[in-house]
């Protein structure tokens, strides 16, 4: 309205944006942003940005004890020795003295 005052008129519209772009801005973390209209000599600046990330969860290492021994493993395996520590990777565990504990192979 405060524009129709002045003699101008704007016609909004969404851009065409891929399958793609629309399927990892659905899903994941993102900003869509638009601008439209910005007078540039005889024609008009219209264009969007899109920007997007994909959060991925590790799991968690734990540090823990098997009789005398440090072991690690995944969080996913399923065991139930005395937790000691948290790790975000099997490397910071190693370096803390734990040695790798293979989790069990479940049966197809």
């Known amino acids: 309205e405060s524009v129709s005052r002045y003699g101008f008129s704007y016609t909004f519209t969404l851009p065409t944006i891929s399958q793609e772009e629309w399927h990892n801005t659905v899903d994941d973390v993102g900003v869509l942003a638009f601008i439209q209209g910005?007078?540039?000599g005889g024609k008009f600046y219209n264009n969007y940005a899109l920007g997007g990330s994909r959060v991925?969860?590790?799991?968690?290492?734990?540090?823990?004890r098997k009789g005398s021994m440090k072991v690690y493993y995944r969080s996913t395996c399923g065991f139930a020795y005395p937790v000691e520590e948290t790790f975000s990777s099997e490397q910071a565990a190693a370096q803390k003295g734990y040695m790798?504990?293979?989790c069990p192979v479940s049966p197809s």
Not at 56 to 64: M, T
């Open 38 to 40: 910005i007078p540039m």
């Open 56 to 64: 991925l969860k590790k799991p968690e290492i734990v540090g823990a």
């Open 100 to 102: 790798p504990l293979d």
